[in-house]
């Protein structure tokens, strides 16, 4: 089960923006990460390398933890919201719970619940610019 000080470091690992720092801080040896219903990915240095994948299709991802956070016992669930801006230009946001079985001060299962159709990107808002 993890401290509340724990939890706390790893929400503000996130959005900090160290999503594959977080991985390696915090996840057992052998965690899984889930994606709605999908198979389970296994093992943290396949999880960090499926992060930098992701991250690398990305100018920048602002992570936002929505209180309140849930815990009973080994058991945590976290609302984030996630904001990718793409390198194409496009932006993607989405929501999410992710559900997390934790041992002691690690993450060991951890399976994220959101509608896919938020995978979709908008264009990126457009810059103004000042009249002369």
């Not at 396949?46 to 992701?54: D, I, P, Q, S, Y």
């Not at 669930?77 to 946001?93: A, S």
């Not at 989405?94 to 690690?106: F, K, S």
């Amino acid at each position: 089960m993890p401290t509340p000080d724990t939890l706390e470091r790893f929400i503000a690992r996130v959005e900090q923006g160290a999503h594959v720092e977080a991985i390696l801080d915090f996840y057992t040896e052998g965690a899984s990460m889930q994606e709605n219903m999908g198979a389970p990915r296994v093992g943290r240095e396949f999880l960090a390398a499926g992060e930098r994948k992701v991250l690398a299709k990305t100018k920048a991802v602002h992570s936002q933890c929505v209180r309140p956070v849930f815990q009973q016992g080994d058991k945590v669930v976290i609302r984030w919201i996630f904001r990718f801006e793409r390198l194409d230009g496009t932006v993607m946001q989405m929501e999410e719970l992710a559900y997390q079985r934790w041992e002691g001060e690690r993450i060991a299962e951890e399976q994220f619940f959101y509608d896919p159709a938020q995978m979709a990107a908008a264009p990126a808002p457009a810059q103004r610019t000042r009249a002369l």
